[in-house]
């Protein structure tokens, strides 16, 4: 039961210039149902990644950053759900390396330019014969209004496709943005893996194509968990095709800003996508510290406080238990901070001032705005002027029934 | 449901000459429940404690610290239930001194010879006057032979009381160890708190006891953890009358290591039943991390472990799910660490041999294993000689349950 979150509206989806997209059945993990997605990109498209920093990093991710880091051009994406390639050591590189040479062979381009994703089951042989044998099918299915199909075929345990669009008219032009993502598995991985892929149609040199995405990732996917659980095969890559001939030289460019800002829309609405579809999830909370000395310690406070598994149920239980906020913010690892100095907050509700229970608050106050399905919850440190803020949902039955029974 | 954990045998608990006990109702939050216990120590007794490194620790803790520091020594302890006495300010401190103030006028010494600790619903005012009104029924019952009546009156969620003792015969003499701890709450901040109290009648000088003290805790209830939620209130007290007339002077005494082995003996026995009666607990589960390079990466290892929502779920669900565990620990924070180097066992089953799954190694077996009430998680990091191990439990239901409907 994802908290406020549809599939995509039909037509909302913009096709990028320079992106085809093509799916097929591969039957990877289980038959009858779309689990491999090929993109296509157009010569001369440039592409970033930033990827899991878990040191069992699945084989995909190991090529694919390889082969990004060759710089020979990136012409195509393999994904496939079923089966992560992960903790499969040598053999999973190896059969990694053949489902990119296949594609490569196909599209006519060196195997180097073909990167490979993978989601699904962990530990278990990639079935390289099988996806393989679905290539010609997901070329065969190549076009450029296939987003909504491509937004389906890299789903694991989302319950809801997540794909967002956005246009930005700049000087020299109209650029079209659209991406896709999928998560819930960040939380599960044996289904592992946060995946987004972003697509835009300006013509940007590799070095900004690189600062804009650890730009955008930082205010996005960085920005979200749902257990700490940061999975072997997380991926988020940025593609640039050029085809609009909207060019943006550098950061100096006039039209940077707006740029940045239609990707950065896009890769906030699938990072919170993927915390409305979170594993037993039933609240959408965003946790903002304020008031820190450096944004790092404002983060600590932030995560202290959405991974603490106490806070977590009193947010499903609608539960203004402020000790547990301010317990979690104690135990952040700021060793000097002034507990008297800390005020806290539930959307406007002031719950708590220097350090301890606001005069004025009355419970009620409190239980009415955490049972909403969205709220914040709004530390201030009062010992400087940096702030950090994250999305995280809360810790149900759900969660346990999902991660317990799911195997058995 | 404690996880092979009973409450102490009649007759097990060994008086430690020089230690009294007494308890008393006092209607602190509920009536007819013993709430409230004073230790009285023999004069001359040296105390040493450790406390929370939460920033939002409790007025008792502000103030046993502060008491302990000024040095003119320890007449007795006094303990509430019912109350932490955490997130209250200024006017907390006031309240936990007026306790002291009134136990000290009582026992004829200062307020500063006196200890408080507290341990209940947070954020809410200590009722002073119900506390010094029980005093004096606490002090009429004081006896040598009470500390089985003292573990049951410091409890909060346990569901079991927690004691222990230990004799040991010294060149000099033979020495008694008997502590009592409470936990549960450390998950439950509201019910805050772990606390625990040994006490033994060797005589010994404080620095000595102090690095004693440092000691134990570190193989002891610094190497538990339930869910990773650090109370405001935790304390870890440990008090040598020096009645048994046994001196030992410093570590490099014949007989320091029996006697250090004894309090870590029962030290150990008491922060094991905080992780057997832990809310909602199925499973005792040692996690033993090896082969690091120092003991800090060890341990990070560990905690990642035990921390992960993912294994622990996992553990109660018996489901020997690897994936989880090995990438809990790939996202440790060892930067340098070679997943390639990785082994990993659940009791003798060894599961995974440098980093994927052991060939040999079959479902059943981890099943098998992990169905046990007690089970090792051990893995093997084969980049050094470091080793460090904890305790922990799963995650259940009852954990959701517990936590997300306490208030309600």
Redesign the interface.
């Known amino acids: 039961m994802a908290v406020n979150l549809s599939p995509p509206e039909a037509g909302s989806l913009r096709p990028v210039a320079g992106v085809e997209l093509g799916v097929a059945m591969a039957a990877v993990r289980k038959p009858n149902r779309r689990d491999l997605l090929v993109m296509r990109l157009a010569p001369g498209s440039r592409v970033a990644g930033v990827f899991t ?5 699945a084989a995909p991710v190991v090529l694919a950053r390889r082969y990004l880091a060759a710089g020979r051009g990136v012409r195509a994406l393999v994904v496939n759900t079923g089966n992560a390639n ?4 040598d053999d999973g590189l190896q059969r990694a390396e053949r489902v990119c040479q296949a594609l490569a062979e196909a599209l006519g381009c060196l195997p180097e330019q073909v990167l490979p994703f993978s989601t699904g089951v ?2 278990e042989p990639l079935p390289v014969e099988r996806i393989v044998a679905g290539l010609p099918a997901a070329l065969a299915d190549l076009r450029a209004d296939r987003w909504a199909a491509a937004a389906e075929a890299i789903m694991t345990t989302d319950t809801v496709p997540k794909a967002r669009s956005a246009r930005v008219a700049l000087a020299a032009g109209q650029v079209t943005v659209t991406g896709i993502a999928k998560g819930a598995g960040m ?4 289904m ?1 893996t946060m995946l987004a892929f972003l697509c835009c149609d300006a013509d940007l040199p590799e070095p900004l194509l690189r600062a804009l995405l650890a730009e955008i990732a930082d205010d996005s996917f960085n920005c979200i968990t749902v ?6 095969n997380d991926a988020l890559i940025l593609a640039a095709t050029g085809a609009s001939g909207v060019r943006v030289q550098d950061a100096s460019h006039p039209d940077y800003a707006r740029l940045r800002e239609a990707l950065r829309e896009v890769a906030v609405w699938l990072a919170q996508a993927i915390v409305r579809d979170g594993e037993g999830a039933t609240k959408f909370v965003t946790v903002r510290v304020e008031g820190g000395r450096s944004r790092a310690e404002c983060r600590s406070v932030a995560y202290a406080i959405a ?4 806070v977590k ?2 947010f ?2 609608s ?1 203004p ?4 906020i ?6 952040a690892g ?2 000097d ?4 100095g ?1 005020d806290l907050y539930i959307d406007d509700v002031q719950v ?1 001032a ?4 606001h005069p004025d608050y009355r419970e009620e106050q409190g239980v009415a705005a955490m049972r909403k399905a969205e709220f914040t919850v709004r530390a201030v440190l009062n010992r400087g002027a940096a702030a950090a803020r994250l999305w995280t949902c809360d ?3 759900d ?3 999902i ?6």
Chains 1, 2 share one sequence.
């Open positions: 920093r878990n040191r069992f990093c992960a903790g499969t050591g962990i530990m939380i599960r991985p044996d592992a257990d700490g659980d940061t999975s072997t991974h603490s598994p106490l149920t009193a499903f239980a539960d238990n402020l000790g547990r301010l317990a979690a913010i104690g135990y700021i060793g901070l002034d507990a008297a800390v708590a220097q350090g301890g229970r810790l149900s039955y969660y346990v029934k991660n317990a029974e799911y195997r058995s």
